[in-house]
């Protein structure tokens, strides 16, 4: 069975081999043994970041990994990427964007087909993040990109990025119902454009005085320029502001409850179907209880 000491001690190799393992057998003994292990052991916090496809997601990650991994942190990163229709995998379009170097062990990057979800995220993301999430000091998941129904990303980041491309009409579309409940920092990229910039961090400003605010965290909207680094060292500290604030009154630990147990009745609907949740019974988790043995008992009970 591999363990986390395992994967720490074989580096990136072994953290593929163990992803690959968890995709390929979700269910089997000892994938469910280190899923449990990482979830009771988080490390990292969790940062998820979306918005319309070509607002700068990709370049804006490379930015904040590098802010990152120069503060000595060691950067987990999941990219969501659009599917192939040929083969089902994921297309790659924002791994190949990334400008990582591979022989560094403290960065890595896993990208993931979307496939038929329409949440934004693949349905692997949330076993691969806890498993990250115990191994690194940041995970950084980016979005397939963000409509009306892509949300899920607040499902599984602790503090979420929303991105918004000056000039694109990206404002209005924030505006929706549904999207404006989403982030916990927006970011207007490409603000070298200077006006436009401006006028779309105004009408964000405006759309988020018709919202509520989530207990008090006042959300902050910032112009950040990745290409010229402008804006970055305060977009990483206000990530740091808002981790630092879920920490208090134990914010942070409730939202990873109530992700887990989300999580959970989601997984047993997928298997299952809304009859497989009713059957299932209560899926409160306990304190500190693993989602993942749960869903593997509830998976052997309803299966039977």
């Known amino acids: 069975m591999i363990t986390l000491d395992d994967i720490r001690a074989g580096g990136k190799a072994q953290l593929a081999?163990?992803?690959?393992?968890?995709?390929?057998?979700?269910?089997?003994?000892?994938?469910?043994?280190?899923?449990?292990?990482?979830?009771?052991?988080?490390?990292a916090r969790v940062v998820g970041m979306t918005g319309p496809p070509g607002v700068g997601k990709s370049t804006l990650m490379n930015?904040?990994?590098?802010?990152?991994?120069?503060?000595?942190?060691r950067v987990g990163c999941i990219a969501v990427d659009p599917s192939s229709r040929r083969s089902g995998g994921a297309l790659l379009g924002d791994r190949t964007r990334l400008a990582t170097d591979p022989e560094d062990q403290d960065i890595f990057v896993r990208s993931m087909a979307a496939r038929d979800r329409l949440g934004g995220l693949a349905a692997l993301t949330v076993s691969s993040m806890v498993l990250m999430r115990a191994l690194f000091d940041v995970v950084l998941i980016e979005t397939v990109g963000v409509g009306q129904s892509e949300t899920d990303v607040v499902g599984v980041a602790d503090t979420v990025l929303f991105c918004v491309q000056p000039g694109s009409g990206d404002s209005l579309q924030f505006m929706k119902a549904g999207i404006a409940e989403i982030p916990h920092v927006v970011v207007v990229t490409k603000a070298d454009m200077g006006p436009a910039a401006n006028r779309a961090r105004a009408d964000v400003k405006g759309a988020l005085s018709l919202a509520d605010h989530r207990d008090g965290w006042d959300i902050p909207v910032l112009l950040v320029s990745s290409l010229r680094k402008e804006g970055v060292d305060e977009l990483l500290q206000v990530i740091d502001r808002?981790?630092?604030?879920?920490?208090?009154?134990?914010?942070?630990?409730?939202?990873?409850?109530?992700?887990a147990e989300s999580w959970l009745e989601e997984a047993v609907r997928e298997r299952f179907g809304r009859e497989g949740v009713r059957r299932a019974g209560d899926l409160r988790l306990a304190p500190d209880e693993s989602p993942f043995g749960r869903l593997a008992a509830v998976t052997e009970r309803l299966s039977a």
Do not use: F, K
Request: proline share 5%.
């Open 242 to 259: 808002h981790h630092d604030w879920m920490n208090q009154a134990g914010r942070l630990q409730a939202a990873r409850h109530a992700q």
């Open 63 to 73: 930015a904040l990994i590098g802010g990152w991994r120069g503060q000595g942190r």
């Open 17 to 43: 081999r163990a992803l690959a393992r968890i995709e390929a057998a979700p269910d089997a003994p000892d994938v469910v043994a280190l899923l449990t292990q990482a979830y009771e052991a988080p490390v």
